[in-house]
């Protein structure tokens, strides 16, 4: 119940196309979805995140789509460039008096094509 | 604001040598994660303290690893003895409620390669 599923395992977009990544999760406690971004040599970084009361949340190129009722949540690049070459995770977490607890999902290995 | 620092960046040991993993938190944040990062996997908590007690450490290998913030600040993850399924980056993250307390902040992470 505490885990994250997330697909496609890679992701291949030619330059200006649009990306797609999808995470699904069972435990309906969570409260807080983020995105987050990492580049090879660094740390993760938050990219958008949103919460189960909204169904869509935009961020320039970067769209969050969430299915409370199927308990699944997307990731949209538009216009993809080279530069949005990265892994992507999905994540999950309930709050508490403690701050967050986060779950994250496998990773997508995005590679925007010049 | 400066960022989260671990040191040292890369470690290579033999298995059941020991290794330290040190972090120093953006200054303020009152809580801190250690993770565990395996090759072509997300990020797995280990340990979560909040100022210098700790929330949660369900998924810590109590038998080989720990870890301490004793002061509620910079924070170090010991192995002892090393597995080659420890292999891995360990991040460290950190995060305040006045900043956002689901906002986590990660340093670039320890690669630790166990032969």
């Known amino acids: 119940q505490q885990q994250v599923k997330q697909s496609p395992q890679s992701l291949i977009v030619q330059k200006g196309g649009i990306s797609i990544i999808n995470c699904a999760y069972e435990?309906?406690?969570?409260?807080?979805f983020p995105w987050y971004q990492q580049f090879p040599g660094k740390g993760p970084a938050l990219l958008i995140a949103?919460?189960?009361?909204?169904s869509e949340k935009k961020e320039g190129r970067f769209t969050i789509s969430f299915n409370k009722s199927a308990k699944q949540f997307s990731l949209h690049i538009m216009d993809s460039q080279p530069g949005d070459s990265a892994t992507y995770f999905c994540?999950?977490?309930?709050?508490?008096?403690?701050?967050?607890?986060?779950?994250f999902g496998p990773g997508t290995r995005l590679s925007v094509l010049p | 604001e400066a960022g989260v620092a671990q040191s040292p960046r890369y470690k290579i040991i033999e298995k059941r040598q020991s290794v330290a993993f040190w972090c120093n938190p953006i200054?303020?944040?009152?809580?801190l994660y250690w993770y565990q990062q395996i090759l072509g996997q997300g990020p797995k908590l280990l340990i979560q303290?909040?100022?210098?007690?700790?929330?949660?450490d369900s998924q810590l290998p109590k038998d080989r690893f720990s870890a301490e913030r004793l002061k509620g600040v910079d924070s170090t993850l010991k192995i002892q003895p090393a597995k080659l399924e420890d292999s891995a980056v360990y991040l460290c993250?950190?995060?305040?409620?006045?900043?956002?307390?689901?906002?986590?902040?990660f340093g670039a992470g320890s690669r630790l390669t166990v032969l």
């Open positions: 303290f909040q100022n210098n007690g700790v929330v949660d």
């Open positions: 949103i919460r189960p009361d909204v």
């Open positions: 994540a999950a977490s309930i709050g508490d008096n403690y701050g967050q607890n986060f779950v």
């Open positions: 200054s303020g944040h009152a809580t």
């Open positions: 435990n309906t406690a969570f409260d807080y």
């Open positions: 993250a950190s995060s305040s409620r006045s900043s956002g307390a689901n906002v986590l902040t």
